[in-house]
């Protein structure tokens, strides 16, 4: 089943299964997946899993700063497609349709998608060739 994980901030590596549930994201401490950031509202988005269509969605909920999904601000319910960025408050979450069998294999993951993301550093005698 489907996973988030935490690629910015505090709680970057984090990661959490999402199940079939649906689960209420952000900063309040009674959340199962609470996000440590000033800018995320106490219950600021839910991820949920339709059955119909085998997706998952997020959802806005009326949070002061709003959901991103790839850099795109989301107004009603948004279907999610694996390597996904949600961006709440400062935070940016990775959601992934793959399966992990323990949080080694998650964190590998996680690791491999990181890698690809930062960018290669050239030293200027390189520039300038």
Same mark, same amino acid.
């Given at each position: 089943m $489907?996973? /988030?994980f935490v690629m910015t901030g505090d709680q970057t590596g984090d990661y959490y299964p999402l199940g079939r549930r649906t689960n209420v994201i952000g !900063?309040?401490?009674a959340l199962l997946i609470q996000i440590l950031d000033d800018r995320v509202s106490r219950k600021h988005m !839910? /991820?949920? *899993?339709? $059955?119909?269509?085998g997706r998952h969605y997020v959802a806005d909920m009326h949070? !002061?700063?709003?959901v991103f999904v790839n850099s795109n601000k /989301? $107004? %009603?319910?948004? @279907?999610?497609? &694996?390597?996904?960025? /949600?961006t709440i408050g400062g935070t940016s979450l990775l959601f992934t349709?793959? &399966? *992990?069998? %323990?949080h080694e294999s998650a964190l590998s993951h996680f690791k491999k998608v990181g890698e690809r993301e930062r960018?290669? =550093? @050239?030293? =200027?005698?390189? =520039?300038? =060739?």
């Open positions: $489907a996973s /988030i !900063r309040d401490e !839910r /991820i949920g *899993f339709d $059955a119909s269509t949070s !002061r700063h709003g /989301i $107004a %009603d319910e948004t @279907v999610l497609n &694996d390597g996904d960025y /949600i349709e793959k &399966d *992990f069998d %323990d960018p290669t =550093q @050239v030293s =200027q005698e390189e =520039q300038k =060739q």
